[in-house]
């Protein structure tokens, strides 16, 4: 067992975009647990956007000078609780640190199913899936043949979002990214129709070129001129889903997005964002969905990860630079095949 553990505290409130100096990593001893409790080696880590909007100083952000939290999967080493026994598998959300104490009560016990790895359960089978799932599934109530528009979809929630789209049923599956790399893997490998990089003009230009007819559904992880360019792209009786707002979280003095407002009453458009914290009931509906389709080869897992947790600033930091496709993951390294590394953000 090692004699240290290291955490990541955030050490300033950023202006503009995060750098590595607003955060430190500390050496500690390695905890004890405490009676009724256990200790936890984490294994996977997952940094995500809306980390970015609790570095500010809003009502549950981080806390200056303390461990961060986030989505975790570690494995028992010590425990001084009958509900958590050594060896144990488990989910928590004490992450930015390679060890934590945890109760029964903060975990999840994740099930395991033939051919699905660990990481899936931070990814498409974590929060980061059941968002797109629930958003698709529940808020935006897609119907088989209807057309979509993802922003940010090379993203972990944009190529979730484009998977199971397709294994609903979607009609036209349309798309924007960062790069034209981003782009063409989308389409040759994530299902999509078409693909825009956004950098190359006006979103409502460039939308309207990969979806000339419109579009019944637009799932936006951006906000800012995609959102106004679909407004006007939407066909009667659209929806958007409101997922985040990534465009903004580094220049919170932006303006809005401005569009015309009369579409949305002429064309009985509903806008209407989620947490998706507020939808764990369709966590097993999630499973029973996705599941098949992993253990069949239908759905495929489009991850990035980073090997070792002394790059998770760096990982996080690459996220919200958009250097990612699909989920990023930061993995322990003895949890690393043989011979292999994660990419290097």
Same mark, same amino acid.
């Given at each position: 067992?090692?004699?240290?553990?290291?955490?990541?505290?955030?050490?300033?409130?950023?202006?503009?975009?995060?750098? =590595?100096?607003?955060?430190?990593?500390?050496?500690?001893?390695?905890?004890?647990?405490?009676t009724?409790?256990?200790?936890?080696?984490?294994?996977?880590?997952?940094?995500?956007? !809306?980390?970015?909007?609790?570095?500010? *100083?809003?009502?549950?952000?981080?806390?200056?000078?303390?461990?961060?939290?986030?989505?975790?999967?570690?494995?028992?080493?010590a425990?001084?609780t009958?509900?958590?026994?050594?060896?144990?598998?488990?989910?928590?959300?004490?992450?930015?640190?390679?060890?934590?104490?945890?109760? #029964?009560?903060?975990?999840?016990?994740?099930?395991?199913?033939? %051919?699905? #790895?660990?990481?899936? !359960?931070? /990814?498409?089978?974590? $929060?980061?899936?059941?968002?797109?799932?629930?958003? &698709?599934?529940? +808020?935006?109530?897609?119907?088989?043949?209807? *057309? &979509?528009?993802?922003?940010a979809?090379?993203?972990?929630?944009?190529?979730?979002t $484009?998977? @199971? =789209?397709?294994?609903?049923?979607?009609?036209?599956?349309?798309?924007?990214? %960062?790069? =034209?790399?981003?782009?063409?893997? &989308?389409?040759?490998?994530?299902? !999509?129709?078409a693909?825009f990089?956004?950098?190359?003009?006006?979103?409502?230009?460039?939308?309207?070129?990969?979806?000339?007819?419109?579009?019944?559904?637009?799932?936006?992880?951006?906000?800012?001129?995609?959102?106004?360019?679909?407004?006007?792209?939407?066909?009667?009786?659209?929806?958007?889903?409101?997922?985040?707002?990534?465009?903004?979280?580094?220049?919170?003095?932006?303006?809005?997005?401005? @569009?015309?407002?009369?579409?949305?009453?002429?064309?009985?458009?509903?806008?209407?964002?989620?947490?998706?914290?507020?939808?764990?009931?369709?966590?097993?509906?999630?499973?029973?969905?996705?599941?098949?389709?992993?253990q069949?080869?239908?759905?495929?897992?489009?991850?990035?990860?980073?090997? /070792?947790?002394?790059? +998770?600033?760096?990982?996080?930091?690459?996220?919200?630079?958009?250097?990612?496709? $699909?989920?990023?993951?930061?993995?322990?390294?003895?949890?690393?095949p043989?011979?292999?590394?994660?990419?290097?953000?």
């Amino acid at each position: 067992m090692n004699e240290t553990a290291l955490t990541v505290h955030q050490t300033a409130r950023p202006h503009g975009f995060p750098t =590595a100096e607003h955060f430190a990593y500390v050496d500690s001893a390695l905890p004890d647990p405490h009676t009724g409790s256990a200790l936890v080696r984490n294994l996977y880590w997952s940094v995500d956007p !809306y980390h970015r909007e609790m570095m500010d *100083d809003v009502p549950g952000g981080f806390a200056l000078g303390a461990p961060l939290e986030g989505r975790t999967i570690g494995r028992v080493i010590a425990s001084r609780t009958p509900h958590l026994a050594e060896g144990e598998i488990v989910f928590h959300r004490h992450g930015w640190r390679t060890h934590a104490v945890v109760t #029964p009560e903060e975990i999840r016990r994740l099930p395991r199913f033939d %051919g699905v #790895p660990l990481t899936a !359960y931070l /990814g498409i089978l974590g $929060g980061t899936g059941l968002t797109a799932y629930v958003g &698709l599934t529940r +808020i935006a109530r897609l119907r088989e043949g209807e *057309d &979509l528009f993802v922003s940010a979809a090379a993203g972990g929630v944009g190529t979730a979002t $484009g998977r @199971f =789209a397709r294994l609903l049923g979607a009609g036209r599956l349309v798309g924007s990214a %960062g790069s =034209a790399e981003k782009a063409g893997h &989308l389409v040759r490998e994530v299902g !999509y129709d078409a693909v825009f990089d956004y950098h190359d003009g006006p979103a409502a230009d460039l939308l309207g070129r990969v979806a000339p007819d419109g579009i019944d559904v637009f799932m936006d992880n951006v906000g800012g001129e995609q959102l106004s360019a679909a407004v006007g792209a939407l066909r009667e009786f659209g929806r958007i889903v409101r997922i985040g707002t990534i465009s903004q979280y580094n220049t919170p003095d932006a303006p809005p997005p401005r @569009f015309d407002h009369a579409d949305i009453v002429e064309k009985s458009i509903r806008m209407e964002g989620f947490l998706v914290s507020n939808h764990r009931d369709v966590q097993e509906e999630l499973y029973e969905f996705a599941v098949p389709h992993l253990q069949s080869g239908r759905l495929a897992l489009d991850e990035t990860v980073v090997d /070792g947790f002394e790059g +998770i600033v760096d990982a996080f930091l690459g996220m919200l630079r958009g250097e990612n496709t $699909g989920k990023i993951i930061v993995r322990d390294r003895v949890e690393a095949p043989s011979g292999r590394s994660g990419q290097r953000l």
